[in-house]
């Protein structure tokens, strides 16, 4: 459904997007996640031909951004994080015509307003002027307005922006319902929303993606807490060379009691070698316990990893 390769945006001389690609299928539902500046926005505004890409492919239900945006622009629902709404008009009306707009048939379109007031919360206020409604309610009509045409692909940004948080729960829902008919990608920075709804993280840092990654096996993903008394970067080196240790972070060194973090393989527990190593080189083990990453932590991890990766980069 979504078909990203290699896609770059610069802005004269900064590059705001360095070659990301990833793909998502039918009924996927993806967080877009990444710190303020990433090219979270960049990517949406691509994907949905607002602004064109540099160089690269992105391709939204066989329809290249570049060859065919009318027909791209016919499979997406686009949810910006400032919706652009008519505030002089009445939520219904509003919709019928951008109902008209998207070249929903008139024998449908009666049908397709009213399901999209139903799902989004609306009922209540359909026959208000828009510019009188709060934010929140305001943030529901232009979802509706996203799902009216019924497109195979939405494209959320922010979408519980400004809403309580019994709204945020009834959106999180909707969103959930939306992904048994649509491909979801949604732009977000709250982590227990990615959680809530999503079934996969994509994490852009630098204008790079970070990580991109299930979620199911996110939720898998431990790490070991270690400590051990004596020499921290002897200690260190030691527990990286363990087999099925990935990476081995300090996290903090006392009354000479050294602290680690270490990230394991998946499918590998090497407690019991690790155990044995820190034994044999007569450094009493304090501490070592099995413990769930959380996405937040996996977020952070990512972001610091690509910040490092393009300072070492530019030292070159």
Not at 81 to 102: D, I, Q, S, W
Not at 113 to 135: F, P, Q, T, Y
Not at 287 to 312: P, Q, Y
């Amino acid at each position: 459904m979504i078909d990203v390769q290699r896609v770059s945006k610069n802005y004269g001389s900064i590059r705001a997007l360095d070659q990301i690609s990833f793909e998502m299928g039918k009924g996927e539902i993806a967080g877009l996640l990444g710190p303020n500046g990433a090219g979270k926005t960049t990517t949406m505004r691509i994907l949905t031909t607002y602004l064109t890409p540099t160089s690269g492919k992105a391709v939204l239900c066989g329809h290249d951004v570049l060859d065919s945006p009318i027909e791209v622009r016919r499979s997406i629902g686009y949810l910006p994080e400032n919706v652009p709404l008519y505030t002089e008009m009445r939520v219904r009306e509003l919709l019928h015509f951008r109902a008209k707009l998207k070249d929903v048939p008139r024998s449908k379109r009666r049908r397709a307003v009213a399901e999209v007031v139903s799902r989004c919360g609306l009922a209540d206020v359909e026959n208000r002027i828009v510019g009188n409604l709060s934010r929140g309610y305001r943030q529901r009509v232009g979802l509706a307005d996203a799902l009216v045409h019924d497109p195979p692909i939405l494209i959320l940004d922010e979408p519980t922006a400004g809403l309580d948080p019994i709204q945020i729960r009834e959106v999180r829902a909707l969103i959930r319902e939306l992904g048994d008919r649509h491909t979801v990608l949604l732009s977000t920075h709250i982590m227990s929303e990615v959680e809530a709804v999503c079934s996969r993280v994509v994490i852009i840092a630098r204008g790079r993606i970070a990580l991109d990654e299930r979620l199911e096996n996110l939720r898998h993903d431990t790490a070991l807490v270690v400590e051990a008394r004596g020499p921290a970067d002897a200690i260190r080196n030691a527990l990286a060379a363990v087999p099925g240790v990935e990476r081995v972070r300090t996290t903090g060194e006392h009354d000479g009691v050294a602290e680690f973090e270490v990230q394991t393989r998946e499918g590998d527990d090497p407690r019991e070698e690790i155990s044995r190593r820190l034994a044999a080189n007569g450094w009493p083990l304090r501490t070592l316990d099995a413990r769930r990453s959380s996405l937040e932590e996996r977020f952070i991890d990512a972001v610091t990893r690509s910040s490092l990766s393009v300072h070492e980069k530019e030292a070159v």
